[in-house]
Structures are given as C-alpha cells and as structure tokens.
C-alpha cells in the first residue's frame, strides 16, 4: 500500500493510483480516540502531536472534518495549502499524523488538528461503515454590539443578536470563555433566561456581560462545536 499524495503539487496528475478507492475497511479508531482526545483538551491538556483515524465526512479545499464514531476533528493543511481531491474525499479512511491546536479547540468548540505536510495523511481505502458526521451549521451568526457603560465607564457587556435566517435552539447555545487558564462554559439559557427549547430566531437578542474573552457557539453535540459570533472581549 503506498502514500497519496493529498497536498495538490504541480504534476500531481502523474501520479498513480495504486489500489486506492478499492479497499474497504472498518475503519475503527486510532490509538487516540477523538471524543477521548477532545475531552483532554476541555480539561486544559496540551496533547503535542497525535496519531488519529477515521473517516472523511466533509472535505473543502483546505480543510476536512474526521469521524471516528467517538467523536470529530477538523483537519487543516498548514497554510492552508490545499488537499489534491483528485486523489482524496469524503469516504476515506485515513491515519493522521497532526498537531493538536489546543487553545484554538477550547475556543471554538471543537477538536483542531492540523498536519505539517501530506505525508502525514495515509489513506486505506473507502471505509465501509462510515459514521455519520457532525450536523451542518445553521444560518444563524450573531452580531456583537458592546454596551456602553456611559461617560468614563468601561463596556458593560455585549449584545448579541441573531442576524441569519434560521432559529436554533436555546439549549444549543453557549458562550465560551478565556482558555487560556480555565475553561468556562455558560449557557445561553442561563444568561438570556431561556428555556432550553426556546428557538432563537432571527432578530432575538441577549445581553452576555461576564468578563473575559468569548465566543458564542452553536453546539448540537458533545463533541462539536461551531463558532456562531466573532470574538469578544469584556474588561
């Protein structure tokens, strides 16, 4: 079994194929489960390098999310170099070799790796039993506005409105704050006073007035997470 080549380069399309897109396999997880991997992260662990499998379920030019049945990790290609799609998608099974980007996966919700050239990715074939991948985010970013605490005075919080065309759900929301010591995690149930099934509409607002650095994310499972606002920072 031979390497792809899943970083486009120039003569790319000389290459061979070997018996790639033909073997199938179950593709069961690394020696790094994901969900087990993310759930260090949560816990202020800075994993350096890891080894990971599982399979591809959503793939752009430069980035692609890995289902292992345990949990997601978004992978990227240093400098946003792009994968060669001609020889590597969605179906895979395939061995990463990366980096953890520990802060980045605290702030944004989810499991960041990132791979420093495309031998690090070994692909085995079309796994057979693929898992499902995470939920596509909704149409639902937020805008900032800072609230101003008058003349003098610092910001006294941030608003956040819900500026797209969907509604998610309140039980779905949270707010992320300062990875950089201790995580902290609050719901948007707690400080908009929502019943978990209220449906967070376009036009629907709250005021989050914690110090700290924050992002609101929009998390419909354990393991993922999305970025749903830019981020702030209260004094």
């Known amino acids: 079994m031979q390497r792809r080549d899943v970083l486009a380069t120039v003569g790319a399309a000389g ?12 593709c ?13 992260v949560l816990d202020m662990e800075n994993p350096d390098q890891v080894s990971i499998r599982g399979t591809v379920t959503r793939m752009s030019d ?4 890995v289902a292992d049945g345990t949990g997601y990790a978004e992978v990227s290609t240093p400098l946003r170099k792009k994968f060669n799609t001609d ?6 099974c395939v061995e990463v070799s990366a980096s953890v980007s520990a802060e980045y996966s605290r702030d944004m919700g989810h499991l960041a790796l990132e791979i420093d ?3 690090d990715i070994e692909s085995t074939g079309e796994t057979s039993d693929p898992p499902s991948g995470p939920p596509k985010e909704p149409d639902a970013f937020f805008e900032l506005e800072y609230q101003d605490g008058g003349f003098d005075e610092p910001t006294t919080g941030v608003k956040l409105t819900h500026d797209g065309s969907e509604a998610v759900r309140a039980e779905n929301l949270e707010v992320r704050l300062d990875p950089e010591s201790d995580l902290e995690i609050v719901p948007w149930t707690e400080f908009a006073d929502a019943d978990p099934e ?3 509409g376009p036009g629907d607002s709250a005021v989050f007035e914690r110090r700290g650095d924050g992002h609101l994310i929009w998390r419909p ?8 606002s830019s981020g702030w920072e209260l004094e």
Request: aromatic share 10%; net charge negative.
């Open 15 to 26: 290459l061979t194929a070997g018996c790639f897109g033909i073997l199938e396999s179950k």
């Open 28 to 40: 069961a997880p690394g020696d790094r489960e994901l969900g087990a991997l993310y759930e260090s």
């Open 62 to 65: 430069s980035d692609m999310i």
């Open 87 to 92: 020889w590597f998608g969605t179906g895979d």
């Open 117 to 119: 050239e495309g031998e």
């Open 198 to 200: 209220t449906e967070v």
């Open 221 to 228: 499972e354990k393991h993922w997470g999305r970025a749903v």
